[in-house]
């Protein structure tokens, strides 16, 4: 992966979803996509980790002891999404476009995510 471009999605895969501090996917990309199967009755494109930068105050201070958390980064396939949408809550899992929309203070130089994942959006 590299860490300036996303990951391109499989055809099918468009909704893509963030599971904050989650860690060591790429170890067992069998046992993950399987988790989601699974559990979830969900088909899964693992995408990338993301270590998250420090947060970011009301005057675009870094807060301290923030930032450094692994986030996993992962595409659901469309014909899943719909009933994946409610479970996905009981594991903290969240559309990509809420993370961003919620981000406190955001503005792209505060992100805790690299700019380029405003691409991952689908709506």
């Given at each position: ?53 420090p ?11 923030t ?5 996993v980064?992962?595409?659901v396939?469309k014909?899943?999404?719909g ?9 903290g899992?969240?559309?990509?476009e ?7 203070f ?18």
């Amino acid at each position: 992966m590299n860490a300036d471009k996303n990951t391109p999605r499989k055809k099918g895969f468009t909704q893509v979803c963030v599971w904050p501090g989650t860690s060591g996917v790429p170890d067992d990309l069998p046992g993950f996509t399987q988790f989601f199967v699974d559990e979830f009755k969900t088909r899964v494109q693992f995408l990338e980790e993301i270590v998250t930068a420090p947060d970011h105050d009301a005057r675009g201070r870094p807060v301290p002891k923030t930032g450094g958390r692994t986030d996993v980064f992962f595409a659901v396939h469309k014909d899943d999404i719909g009933h994946f949408a409610v479970p996905r809550f009981k594991i903290g899992v969240r559309w990509i476009e809420d993370v961003l929309d919620n981000e406190a203070f955001r503005t792209p130089e505060h992100s805790i995510y690299p700019t380029r994942v405003v691409d991952y959006r689908t709506w």
